[in-house]
């Protein structure tokens, strides 16, 4: 075990001092995460790349992944009718690549869109937000917070790769044909079902790194009770799943992305006009919720590897879920914003030219091991079981119908 015993103390007066002595997994995975000082976002234990990290993401490969998502956004400004200032907000840049990459893109190949732009960060780690400033030191970017943008400022479009499955998520199970929601405390009583049923998940770890904290020292353990709020019920009225359709074994296990939704509010009404482009892994709801994966998507990374115990590493290891892209588009429409479509990653960045920049790999003068691992990098963005069957998800706000009607570059498939 190697858990930050600092974070399992904090987390484990939290639940101590908490109703019921018990926490929602979500704040659990919040604490584990977003601690102010020791979670893994928080610190310096979050490490993003292929060497020393715990996972990578699409811009770790290469620049093509900036420079074709460059290529959309600036048909979008097109669209929009080039106002200027045109706002791209990343919403959680990691290590700042993504950024690097599409403005030095449209510095060189764009330079009047590049100096009508307005590159906006929002982050919430302090860690990724000093390597970033460090990385785009020379480059026009502010960085804010999302809740510091006022309402309808933002003429441009709002994208973010691979955040939503860091929310935290409320975790739940059937009992008996019910909806139970997942708890995490510290207590077990195999006779109190409200606040003691063992499950699995109590094959968790104590921490051993400091034996002089003794309450770092308790292991956690999950029980099941009423859910915590009426609105896990109403989210599969909201994505059109019915958990009492007979389909769905007792025991079975999934989570709820509440925080998605309140994010989506958010950053809904911060936008005035244009688009929001969301890329993760996820399924749509019926694929989400399919009865036959019972146990849920949540998985942990660590060093590369990955499983599915979030009670060890704590606040060394990330805790992700997939994304449901279902309840981003309706949720999305009563905020407001219009499904403009939704593709995998692969035939989105395809239709932006990656075709293109494979073909063209042979005939640059580079040395051969270059070459291949450059092709070997392109041809990661496709690969339909990894990064390329990512999600990517793009809606609209306030367009006009001439606007709407121009197809998006990375939507249109060739025939």
Same mark, same amino acid.
């Given at each position: 075990? &190697?858990?930050?015993?600092?974070?399992?103390?904090?987390?484990?007066?939290?639940?101590?001092?908490?109703?019921?002595?018990?926490?929602?997994?979500?704040?659990?995975?919040?604490?584990?995460?977003?601690?102010?000082?020791?979670?893994?976002?928080?610190?310096?234990?979050?490490?993003?790349?292929?060497?020393?990290?715990?996972?990578?993401?699409?811009? &770790?490969?290469?620049?093509?992944?900036?420079?074709?998502?460059?290529?959309?956004?600036?048909?979008?400004?097109?669209?929009?009718?080039?106002?200027?200032?045109?706002?791209?907000?990343?919403?959680?840049?990691?290590?700042?690549?993504?950024?690097?990459?599409?403005?030095?893109?449209?510095?060189?190949?764009?330079?009047?869109?590049?100096?009508?732009?307005?590159?906006?960060?929002?982050?919430?780690?302090?860690?990724?937000?000093?390597?970033?400033?460090?990385?785009?030191?020379?480059?026009?970017?502010?960085?804010?917070?999302?809740?510091?943008?006022?309402?309808?400022?933002?003429?441009?479009?709002?994208?973010? &790769?691979?955040?939503?499955?860091?929310?935290?998520?409320?975790?739940?199970?059937?009992?008996?044909?019910?909806?139970?929601?997942?708890?995490?405390?510290?207590?077990?009583?195999?006779?109190?079902?409200?606040?003691?049923?063992?499950?699995?998940?109590?094959?968790?770890?104590?921490?051993?790194?400091?034996?002089?904290?003794?309450?770092?020292?308790?292991?956690?353990?999950?029980?099941?009770?009423?859910?915590?709020?009426?609105?896990?019920?109403?989210?599969?009225?909201?994505?059109?799943?019915?958990?009492?359709?007979?389909?769905?074994?007792?025991?079975?296990?999934?989570?709820?992305?509440?925080?998605?939704?309140?994010?989506?509010?958010?950053?809904?009404?911060?936008?005035?006009?244009?688009?929001?482009?969301?890329?993760?892994?996820?399924?749509?709801?019926?694929?989400?919720?399919?009865?036959?994966?019972?146990?849920?998507?949540?998985?942990?990374?660590?060093?590369?590897?990955?499983?599915?115990?979030?009670?060890?590493?704590?606040?060394?290891?990330?805790?992700?879920?997939?994304?449901?892209?279902?309840?981003?588009?309706?949720?999305?429409?009563?905020?407001?914003?219009? &499904?403009?479509?939704?593709?995998?990653?692969?035939?989105?960045?395809?239709?932006?030219?990656?075709?293109?920049?494979?073909?063209?790999?042979?005939?640059?003068?580079?040395?051969?091991?270059?070459?291949?691992?450059?092709?070997?990098?392109?041809?990661?963005?496709?690969?339909?079981?990894?990064?390329?069957?990512?999600?990517?998800?793009?809606?609209?706000?306030?367009?006009?119908?001439?606007?709407?009607?121009?197809?998006?570059?990375?939507?249109?498939?060739?025939?």
């Amino acid at each position: 075990m &190697n858990s930050n015993p600092l974070l399992r103390a904090a987390i484990a007066d939290h639940i101590t001092t908490s109703p019921q002595q018990r926490i929602t997994f979500a704040e659990f995975m919040d604490m584990a995460l977003y601690h102010p000082e020791h979670g893994y976002y928080s610190s310096d234990a979050v490490k993003i790349g292929f060497q020393g990290g715990d996972f990578f993401t699409s811009p &770790n490969l290469s620049a093509d992944f900036g420079e074709l998502l460059a290529e959309q956004f600036l048909q979008m400004w097109e669209i929009l009718g080039r106002p200027v200032p045109f706002s791209l907000v990343e919403m959680g840049a990691g290590q700042g690549l993504l950024a690097l990459h599409i403005l030095k893109y449209y510095q060189l190949q764009y330079p009047d869109f590049f100096t009508g732009l307005e590159y906006v960060i929002i982050e919430k780690s302090p860690t990724l937000r000093q390597e970033q400033q460090q990385r785009l030191q020379d480059l026009p970017v502010r960085w804010c917070n999302l809740e510091d943008i006022s309402s309808n400022a933002i003429a441009g479009c709002f994208f973010s &790769n691979e955040l939503i499955d860091a929310f935290p998520v409320h975790q739940f199970t059937l009992e008996n044909g019910e909806l139970r929601e997942i708890y995490v405390t510290t207590q077990g009583d195999e006779g109190d079902a409200e606040s003691g049923r063992r499950s699995d998940a109590e094959n968790s770890f104590t921490a051993s790194e400091r034996p002089d904290v003794p309450v770092s020292s308790t292991p956690f353990i999950e029980a099941t009770g009423e859910p915590s709020t009426p609105q896990l019920a109403e989210y599969f009225d909201l994505v059109g799943i019915d958990l009492t359709s007979g389909a769905y074994p007792d025991g079975y296990r999934s989570e709820i992305n509440l925080a998605a939704l309140d994010w989506l509010s958010i950053v809904a009404d911060r936008l005035q006009r244009g688009y929001v482009l969301t890329i993760d892994y996820g399924y749509p709801a019926t694929r989400y919720y399919n009865p036959r994966r019972s146990q849920g998507t949540l998985q942990c990374y660590y060093q590369h590897r990955f499983h599915d115990n979030p009670y060890i590493n704590i606040g060394k290891q990330d805790i992700t879920a997939h994304v449901d892209f279902t309840a981003l588009e309706v949720w999305g429409d009563r905020c407001g914003l219009k &499904n403009v479509g939704f593709i995998q990653q692969g035939l989105f960045l395809m239709a932006l030219g990656l075709g293109e920049r494979i073909a063209a790999v042979s005939y640059q003068k580079q040395p051969l091991s270059q070459l291949l691992q450059r092709r070997e990098a392109l041809h990661q963005l496709l690969d339909p079981t990894g990064l390329g069957g990512f999600g990517v998800l793009i809606q609209s706000k306030n367009l006009e119908k001439t606007e709407i009607s121009q197809p998006l570059k990375g939507l249109t498939l060739p025939e």
